[in-house]
């Protein structure tokens, strides 16, 4: 019988028995590469230059909704494209180590196996009026891949395809000039995760599409992410086989006329180089993918519009005492400019076990947690002004151990009111890094943000596609934390994995029923 995603989750578990017991080398000979690279396909050269955005971080990931600017003319360029891309899933470092270079990307991803692609949809695309000579044409309406190696688009399909991704969507993207389409091929992930990979594909596209939003929304263009779509017919405009890699999420930017028409989708299978010499199945990923999936945009559309309103999966408040959080104002925050950001952010490999600024810690979850703009958050409803709660799918839980001005002990965050609930007081350290697989990097941390939902009502609320979505937006929120982290010169984070039953143990009788999703550890960095 078929896994639904539920059984995924209780099937994919880490306890300590199970690290213990399913420990097991890794073949290097093996290890896939990080690229996808196409053996024949004509190229698109992107923007010569790379225009770093300007706004600052904390303001870039503060956006909660998906509307821009509505003075500025909202279809995209050439130069917005190779923006996005760039910051989202480009090359952004490399660092030499025992005389190798290893290359580092715009987001964090799982053991840096960089599964995840990104694949543009879009009408004819203007350059600026100031390109090059390289790019003086502008772009193209087509179906492309992102190449990050050559910062250049692999040509897949050449016309206007917008239309057909629209209906796949139930005209949630209609109007875009641009789509951008994030997928995972999974062995890339699965051959040091195995059938984990299903959750890291949400995490890694999560942290992904939170620089994506971020860089959009810098740029003054509407952006959100479309989670409700006909999974195999965008995976036919891609020319992927979703039992290998399969799309993910949209983000549609910018604002423009529907196409006039489109042409018919032909079935192409562009040959692609080998990932690895030995590529392995896992059959329980492609279930889990399986059973979330939609069959049309008509689907799509009723799943939308049937997603009932108010948060689900979250825990109401309790009598603990309240901490209202002491952000600091916008005038007076860290200005250091997004893409500045982007660029420095890292992974933190080690704290040092001095405390942060509570009005520091304040800040990062004052911007970070505000919601993502995501469809199904909007419940079916056109309005794009329609309020939506700051977390629709789960609750932040704090274990703090080192901020100047706020207790140590655990708390359950109360985004929409400012506050943090105290569960518990005392120092947890030892705890901290036994619930993150035994980690002293989560042990050293200033302070671990969980993300829990109760996921049994969250599927029965929106199916079993109802699981990707918690997934997405814990992952996404998370990597808004990543990006107000880094904003402050002296913070570090990372993201851990966990015991998830041990967690959710931890944070009882307040999470009771609930899973955690993510865990992100913030500090100083040693």
């Known amino acids: 019988m078929p896994t639904d995603a539920l059984e995924y989750h209780e099937r994919t578990k880490h306890s300590p028995r199970s690290v213990r017991e399913g420990a097991s080398g890794l073949n290097f000979d093996n290890k896939p590469t990080p690229y996808k690279e196409y053996t024949d396909l004509p190229t698109w050269e992107l923007a010569e230059r790379i225009r770093p955005p300007q706004q600052p971080a904390l303001a870039a990931i503060a956006e909660p909704t998906p509307d821009g600017d509505p003075t500025r003319d909202g279809r995209p360029d050439l130069e917005t494209v190779t923006t ?24 964090a991803t799982t053991g840096a196996l960089y599964h995840v692609d990104l694949y543009v949809v879009c009408g004819a695309l203007e350059a600026r009026e100031d390109s090059a000579t390289q ?27 917008r239309g057909a991704l629209a209906a796949a969507t139930g005209d949630a993207v209609v109007d875009a000039p641009l789509s951008i389409v994030a997928t995972s091929t999974w062995w890339r992930n699965a051959w040091k995760y195995a059938d984990r990979t299903f959750r890291h594909a949400f995490w890694d596209s999560g942290t992904t599409l939170a620089n994506l939003l971020a860089v959009a929304h810098a740029l003054d263009y509407r952006a959100e992410v479309v989670t409700g779509f006909a999974d195999r017919p965008v995976a036919d405009l891609l020319g992927v086989d979703p039992e290998r890699e399969a799309p993910l999420a949209i983000v549609p930017i910018g604002a423009s006329d529907p196409p006039d028409e489109t042409p018919a989708v032909e079935s192409i299978d562009p040959e692609t180089d080998p990932l690895s010499p030995n590529e392995k199945q896992f059959p329980l990923i492609h279930e889990a993918w399986q059973a979330g999936t939609l069959e049309d945009g008509t689907d799509a559309e009723r799943w939308r519009i049937d997603c009932p309103g108010g948060p689900i999966g979250t ?18 925050a860290s200005s250091r400019p997004l893409g500045e950001t982007i660029r420095r952010r890292g ?10 600024s509570f009005r520091k810690l304040s800040t990062v979850l004052d911007r970070a947690v505000r919601g993502v703009p995501m469809d199904v958050r ?51 350290r030892s705890e901290a890094g036994h619930l993150a697989l035994d980690q002293r990097l989560a042990a050293d941390a200033a302070g671990c943000v969980y993300f829990l939902s109760d996921l049994e009502a969250v599927v029965d609320a929106l199916g079993d596609r109802g699981y990707r979505i918690a997934q997405l937006e814990a992952a996404l929120t998370a990597g808004r ?25 931890f944070f009882a009788p307040r999470a009771a029923g609930q899973t955690p999703l993510f865990l992100y550890t913030i500090g100083r960095p040693a």
Do not use: W
Request: contains cysteine.
């Open 135 to 161: 790019a003086e044409s502008g772009l193209a309406a087509g179906v492309y891949h992102f190449d990050p190696r050559t910062l250049s688009l692999d040509v897949l399909r050449e016309g206007d395809y």
């Open 315 to 332: 825990r109401d408040p309790g009598d603990g005492e309240r901490v209202a959080l002491e952000p600091v104002d916008p005038e007076t």
């Open 378 to 428: 909007r419940r079916g409803e056109r309005d794009r002004s329609a309020d939506v709660p700051p977390l629709s799918f789960g609750d932040p839980y704090l274990l703090v151990n080192g901020v100047d001005g706020l207790e140590s002990g655990t708390y359950h965050y109360h985004p929409a009111a400012g506050e943090l609930e105290r569960l518990r007081a005392g120092e947890f």
């Open 347 to 356: 992974s933190c490999r080690e704290y040092e076990r001095e405390p942060i």
């Open 481 to 505: 934390l990543y990006l107000g982290t880094y904003a402050h010169r002296d913070l570090g984070g990372t993201g851990l994995t966990f015991y998830d039953d041990v967690v959710s143990d």
């Open 84 to 107: 996005c891309c760039y910051y989202a899933a480009g090359i952004t470092k490399s660092i030499e180590r025992r005389g190798r270079t290893h290359l580092f990307r715009a987001a």
